[in-house]
């Protein structure tokens, strides 16, 4: 027969917990109740042979055993088991005394001798749970009889402990339940430690209490212990909540037991809610899998666990968390318990990803870029070129990486650039420098090789980026540039040379257009003089074609003179400078067209609002001047119409004069730009051919150009133009 007696039989009464005792034989009642009640009192398992009446009206021998169930060290359960004892004694019904007698001897003898060796205080009782006397107690507490009688013993109790106690006790003895206390016992020395207090009622035949039997362990090392395991697992505790990040425990078995305040408020759910597999539910759907995978891995393997995976917040969101947990072992390596942490880790991962884009854009945009890039780290050594380098050296990045690139580096320059990239490189600064480096079929071509030094955001050093451009062809263009910079150099010296020697010569031209004028121009005038005189001394006798002839004479002596003018006027173009002046065209078209006194059948109408310009006033008046006389002496009509108008063409206007003569045909149009060109014969209209040649050469002169729009027929528009 097997039993188990559990906590309720802890709070039995005395008739519910023993009442099976009168199925005892007799003679073994006594015995039983006093054998078992010190083993429940101690804790200790135990055994007990007696005779039990069966239902064949017979006493059979039985042995029982009983073992307690202790956890968090205390007992919480009895497991006792009953079994025939000798079966040679299973058909007797009456026993002998003396081995039951002799039995009973030995077992109080032994117990005698196990409570001297355990320094347990033993004490009794009368039924009423008063004290006459305990031996024991009086020897730890230096008590004396009579301050332990009755209830006096109490006295010797810890002053925070007594009412509790004496409360605890009183309420066994009237129950007849198991007493069962703990509680602080001052010493003989004044020290208090705590005791474990266990008593137990004996029961006499006729099931009444005869007596209280019970015991004091010295507990006090355990309960320090305890107290200080108790201040240890708040003090984790309080650590724990106080992390900002999750942590939890788990059994051997990987079910969690324990999580800290921040899973609460980070999670949103109550302890109920995260019970069992609760904490499942805020794992992403898409995460879980993996997570049970890798922590089911864990526990059956006792590794350390690890896994990043998106936990749900409380108020829906869902972020990346690293979570890690370890096994805690005990000395002998078993697992005792899983200890786990979740760490929010979601700014890092979208940092993370971020820079993956960045890095990835960063080797797209530097793979595609028209130059090469390399990137070093800060032990100087090359980390990375972009696919342009590899693709001008035919190298992989394998063999390049390092300081495999100096390979490729001119012999000649592979010193004065190692030194240069470690000098910039100790200083932290910018570096430039040229040198050849061997292209992949096996010409050296000229590199300008920039380099930066790269910082973390924090301001750490992260070493250097750099690009290298070509400049082979550059290179050549500076050598070709150097020998014309040369050449330059000499054509100056010679243009200087022929610049003084022409200015030398235009002074003497100067000096000869001064003197061909006063010496042409004097006889000129002599000439027209004496024509006129001949002609009024003999007016009478002179017929009208003598007349036409001398009028004749004397408009070429004025053409004659007027040519001479221009040349010296033509000559002296863009010899002659004046001061820039702010010149209003408006008010320069006006006094122009006061000195022309145009025909007063003319129109000649300003179409446009006209600029103000920065500009030497006397080469443009004369410019106007000049064409809008062409265009009134050379117009076939007395009545004709003459425009004038302007454009603003950014670093420059454009002026146009149009008329509507007889206009100018195609082939024309640059031939009366030149000098002495004329398109109708001299002796129809006075015209020495020099005018346009002089508009034209002013207006070169002031970095514009002239043309001319128009057809035969048609009339003619002078276009001009003049920087701003």
């Known amino acids: 027969m097997d039993t188990t007696h559990g906590d309720d039989r802890q709070s039995m009464t005395v008739e519910q917990g023993w009442g099976f005792t009168k199925a005892l034989h007799p003679e073994d009642r006594n015995r039983y109740t006093t054998q078992q009640s010190l083993a429940i009192a101690k804790g200790q398992p135990y055994e007990i042979k007696y005779r039990l009446l069966a239902a064949d009206g017979h006493y059979h021998w039985y042995s029982e055993q009983g073992t307690p169930v202790i956890a968090a060290g205390q007992i919480q359960d009895w497991i006792v088991s009953c079994t025939p004892y000798h079966e040679e004694l299973a058909n007797s019904t009456v026993q002998p005394l003396e081995e039951p007698l002799k039995a009973l001897q030995e077992s109080e003898q032994r117990y005698r001798s196990l409570v001297i060796a355990t320094s347990q205080i033993v004490w009794t009782t009368d039924a009423e749970g008063r004290v006459d006397d305990m031996p024991a107690w009086r020897a730890y507490t230096g008590q004396t009889v009579a301050q332990v009688k009755g209830w006096s013993w109490l006295s010797a109790v ?79 505790r309080d650590l724990a909540n106080a992390m900002p990040l999750i942590v939890w425990t788990a059994q051997p078995d990987g079910t969690m037991d324990y999580y800290n305040q921040w899973w609460f408020d980070y999670t949103g759910l109550t302890p109920e809610q995260s019970a069992g597999l609760g904490w499942q539910t805020i794992i992403h759907p898409d995460d879980l899998a ?50 786990g942490t979740a760490t929010d880790i979601d700014d890092r991962k979208r940092f993370e990803e971020a820079l993956k884009e960045s890095e990835a854009r960063f080797r797209s945009m530097a793979d595609n870029a028209p130059v090469m890039i390399w990137v070093s780290g800060t032990d100087k050594q090359c980390n990375w070129f972009n696919q342009p380098w590899l693709d001008f050296t035919g190298r992989s990045m394998e063999q390049e990486v390092g300081d495999g690139w100096m390979q490729r580096v001119h012999p000649d320059d592979k010193e004065s650039c190692w030194q240069i990239y470690l000098e910039a490189f100790t200083a932290r600064q910018r570096f430039e420098m040229e040198y050849r480096f061997q292209r992949a079929d096996g010409e050296y071509r000229w590199l300008i090789d920039t380099g930066v030094p790269r910082f973390t955001p924090n301001g750490e050093f992260a070493g250097y980026i750099g690009s290298c451009v070509d400049i082979t062809e550059r290179k050549a263009t500076e050598e070709a540039l150097k020998q014309r910079a040369e050449e330059l150099t000499y054509l100056t010296k010679v243009l200087a040379t022929t610049n003084a020697a022409l200015e030398k010569r235009n002074q003497e031209l100067d000096q000869f257009a001064y003197v061909a004028s006063h010496d042409l121009k004097a006889p000129l005038r002599a000439i027209a003089n004496l024509s006129q005189w001949i002609e009024e001394d003999i007016a009478d006798q002179l017929s009208a074609e003598n007349r036409r002839q001398m009028e004749l004479l004397r408009g070429r002596v004025h053409r004659l003179e007027a040519l001479i003018d221009g040349l010296l006027q033509y000559s002296r173009v863009g010899r002659t400078a004046t001061k820039p002046e702010w010149v209003n065209v408006q008010t320069l078209l006006n006094e122009v067209l006061t000195m022309l006194a145009p025909p007063p059948e003319f129109t000649i109408a300003i179409a446009t609002e006209m600029p103000t310009l920065h500009a030497q006033k006397l080469p443009l008046f004369q410019v106007f001047s000049n064409l809008i006389s062409n265009a009134i002496k050379h117009h076939n009509r007395p009545n004709g119409n003459i425009t004038i108008a302007a454009t603003d063409k950014g670093n420059c206007y454009e002026f146009t004069v149009t008329d509507d003569g007889p206009g100018i045909a195609p082939e024309y149009h640059e031939k009366v730009f030149g000098i002495f060109q004329t398109l109708e014969a001299r002796d129809k209209v006075e015209n020495t051919g020099v005018g346009l040649a002089i508009v034209k050469k002013i207006i070169e002169s002031q970095g514009g150009r002239i043309y001319i729009t128009s057809q035969a027929g048609q009339g003619a528009t002078f276009h001009f133009t003049w920087l701003k």
Do not use: M
């Not at 402990?161 to 004044?190: F, H, M, S």
């Not at 006499?204 to 395991?229: F, M, N, Q, T, Y």
């Open 290 to 339: 993996e997570c049970l995978n890798r922590w089911n891995y864990a526990v059956s393997t006792g590794t350390f666990y690890e896994i990043e995976y998106r936990f749900r917040r409380q108020d829906g969101v869902y972020r990346w968390h690293i979570g890690r947990a370890v096994p805690v072992r005990d000395n002998d390596g078993q697992i005792i318990s899983w200890v």
């Open 158 to 236: 810890h002053p925070e402990d007594r009412d509790r106690t004496a409360l605890t006790w009183n309420r066994a003895v009237q129950q007849k339940t198991l007493y069962d206390t703990e509680y602080r016992i001052r010493g003989a020395d004044g020290n208090y430690r705590y005791f474990w207090a266990r008593g137990v009622p004996v029961i006499a035949e006729d099931g009444s209490i005869r007596e209280w039997v019970g015991i004091c362990a010295d507990i006090h090392e355990r309960k320090r212990a305890e107290e200080e395991l108790r201040i240890s697992e708040k003090r984790y």
